[in-house]
């Protein structure tokens, strides 16, 4: 049965469009921290422990989700998530990581469903799931796995430097549909019973909110944005198979 257009997974076929080889995803164990074992305030290096505890298998990515009451190390003040690379007796890993940012900075990392913390004050969207944080965790979960599969260790599609890239998505930031500027996300679809906003289709029709949008012939790829869907637990670390790319339908959005 053919799914309603557009899908999560057609957003991500952008992304497929940087030369990596084809791959199977598979995904990995889920490993729950519901006893903060690090504590709520964590180092950028404890993430990486975090990450380390799901365990890896060749070209693996795993993946470490924060909830609402655990502070990040730069969380709030730089980014809303991030990814990098670790080593162990196995050699190098990927890891991505994503924070819930709705009783810390929601202005800033949960736009546009939270009013913005600076610029332009138009009003924001309707969550698709009714919870801004969650929302907006998924919305930068699109935009760190994006770099973390194009980009992994710092050598491969950005553009600027290094250690500041304009990466798959991060490079047309804030652009959610046709006519974006800043404090207007661009034309979205509107779910008629809840208003909630979306322009991509999930698993069983569900609605997505975010989008893709065009950078323009000089951005890095040809089409960037940011998706946001359903989301599970936080506070979860996995591991996907062959990360060279990650397609929607093994995420559970599409």
Known sequence: MARPAPSVATWWQTTGRYRGGPCTVVAGKQVLEENYSLGKLLKT?????????AG????SLNLVLTSADVAIDGFCMSKCGAHGSGKDKMGKFVYAWVGNSVAQCPGQCAWPFHQPIYGPQGPPLVAPNGDVGIDGMILNLATVLAGTVTNPFDNGYFQGPANAPLEAVSACTGIFGKGAYPGYPGEVLVDKTTGASYNAF??????????????????????????????GAFGVVFSCGDGARINGDDMGLS
């Open 56 to 59: 890896r298998g060749k070209n």
């Open 45 to 53: 290096s404890q993430i990486v422990t975090l990450a380390s505890k």
């Open 202 to 231: 999930g698993i069983n029709a569900r609605k997505i909110g975010g989008a893709v949008g065009d950078c323009g012939g000089d951005g890095i790829g040809e089409e960037c944005g940011s998706v946001v869907g359903k989301s």
